[in-house]
């Protein structure tokens, strides 16, 4: 704000001077009348050629009565005009002729001549004035700096509300009693009920948590305030703790109201263990945000609510009762929920009549609300491409294809003849691998065109949202894994590095059905290795062996024993089905994509 007041003053003084020039330019005579001397003059007088005379300051006008025309002559200021005349040869009886007028000193002049003066002392004060200004906005810059940065939405005009948000029904269900102690926290007081002080969002990146805190003032219309936990922590100490501080006390200012901090991990997670111990700036800022917890007294209607995807390394002091009372889990949406978020972020869209959300929402299983509103986007984006009208079902499985393999097809990439023909038959062999297990996913596209970093691929889609699942599942996961190397072994005799992905996966899945599910035979119902899981992002980060040696052995063993078993079972069932191999794989090579219905088509025609 005070750079841009300095900007607008350097501007109103440029136009200052500008108006000064153009005072001149008016006021300066722009065809002046031609000058002669004061002996030029009296011979004029002399001769009866002068009509009258006009005497002002040291300029004298002179109009002579043989052109009536004008002319100028200069005499001194303090020498009468009739006095110099009559010096220069004029007769008293010859100026009694002439009509001289004295007029009175104009200060037009004077003015004119002290503002040009004064120009450049202008000109260098609005300088030093801008100079100051800056200076001063530093200085307030300085002085507001541990003033907090969160930004204040009203809730008079809500942007936001709970049905805008979907797939998240039982955590809307949680929290619209937050909305109903905003909207009528008395009802609440009289029976002594204290309203909990803190709501933590717990999700996966992308399920929405924003969006629900959002919607949460903009159902109960009370203002929000939304920061994020990074903007707290600055290297200068005291500088979190002093913004936290300003958050609150405006919070109060604007009660009823929600405060909103985004990843608050950036600051509330387990205190004690940077470099700095105790006396770390983040860990500071800590306690002022739980003593800020503390002071909210039951009168208070402001809450607190934060979003984090690791609620696993927060402070123990922020999940207690009377802070962070509640807990609501976003976690990834099922089909319904996937179907409803796609219906909200197709409004407003033009849609064509025959898109199936409900075949979009059981092909995107896994998907968070981030990624469905990406899919919609991607395809708007390839029906503008396309110079389409309206969105079609092509274009939203392009999308869906696209996300999850993680780009556009590489058309461009060129293959040999032998490429070609190996890709098609390890595609192939995954692809009747699938058809033929009972408990497989359903096969929705055959590929050979590279995508991403495939270079062909197998899309099956799940018919419903897995839960539970079962070790038949898993034994027909790693049978269809194992289907392309297989296939490449039976028609060339060799093998590629194509299966590079594939054996990765399958290696994992017999290992946690080893050591994690108990899903072994010979090892029993048992869990082996403490696993260290972000459960909400579904990674893990490390493994604490608790068994021995000859345990480990036995493991790798039975891991071995579980994939050599499945692959005796693949190669037995493309042994017998060999002409559907063929087939398949040769459809491969002429049209390098089929469906799901080219597929069976071609698969039952053998």
Known sequence: MNANWSRNAFVYLLIIVAAAALFINIYQPGDAPDQISLTQLAKAIEKGAVDTVIVRDDEVRVTLTENDTTVISRRERNVPLTQ?????????????????????????????????NLLPLLFVGGLFFILFRQTQGSNNQALSFGKSRARLFTGDKPTVKFDDVAGADEAK??????????????????????????????????????????????????????????????????????????????????????IFIDEIDAVGRYRGTGLGGSHDEREQTLNQILVEMDGFGTD?????????????????ALLRPGRFDRRVTMDRPDVSGRRAILSVHVRGKPIEPGVDLELIARQTPGFVGADLENVINEAAILAARRNKRAIGMRELQEAVERIGMGGPERRSRLMTPQEKNVVSYHEAG?????????????????????????????????????????????????????????????????????????????????????????????????????????VFLGRDLAEQRDYSEEVA??????????????????RKLLSENINKLHGVANALKERETLSAEEFEEVFTAV
């Not at 402001?302 to 609620?311: K, W």
Request: aromatic fraction near 6%.
């Open 553 to 570: 052995e036995q493991i790798d063993a039975e891991v071995r024993r579980i994939v050599n078993s499945a692959y005796e079972r693949v």
């Open 300 to 316: 208070t209607n402001v809450i607190l609510v934060a979003a984090t995807n690791r609620p696993d390394i927060l402070d123990p």
């Open 84 to 116: 110099t005349l009559i010096g220069l040869g004029v007769k008293p009886e010859e100026l009694t002729e002439v009509d001289i007028k004295y007029e009175a000193p104009g200060n037009a002049g004077s003015w004119l001549t002290l503002l040009i």
């Open 173 to 258: 269900e949680e929290l619209k009693e937050v909305v109903e102690f905003l909207k009528e926290p008395q009802k609440f007081a009289a029976l002594g009920a204290r309203i909990p002080k803190g709501v933590l969002l717990v999700g996966p990146p992308g399920t929405g948590k924003t969006l629900m805190a959002k919607a949460v003032s903009g159902e109960a219309g009370v203002p929000f305030f939304s920061i994020s936990g990074s903007e707290f922590v600055e290297m200068f100490v005291g500088v979190g703790a002093s913004r936290v501080r300003d958050l609150f006390e405006q919070a109060k200012r604007n009660s009823p109201c929600i």
């Open 430 to 534: 995954h692809a009747v691998v699938a058809r033929l297990c009972e408990h497989s996913d359903p096969v929705q596209k055959v590929t050979i065109v590279p995508r991403g970093s495939a270079g062909g691929y197998v899309w099956r889609v799940a018919e419903r949202d897995r839960v539970m699942v079962n070790r038949t599942y898993f034994m027909d996961y790693i049978a269809v894994a194992l289907g392309g190397r297989v296939a490449e072994e039976l028609v060339f005799g060799d093998i590629s590095n194509g299966a590079s992905a594939d054996i990765q996966q399958l290696t994992q899945a017999a290992r946690a059905m080893v050591t994690k599910y108990g899903m072994s035979e010979s090892m029993g119902p048992l869990q082996f290795g403490q696993q260290e899981e972000l």
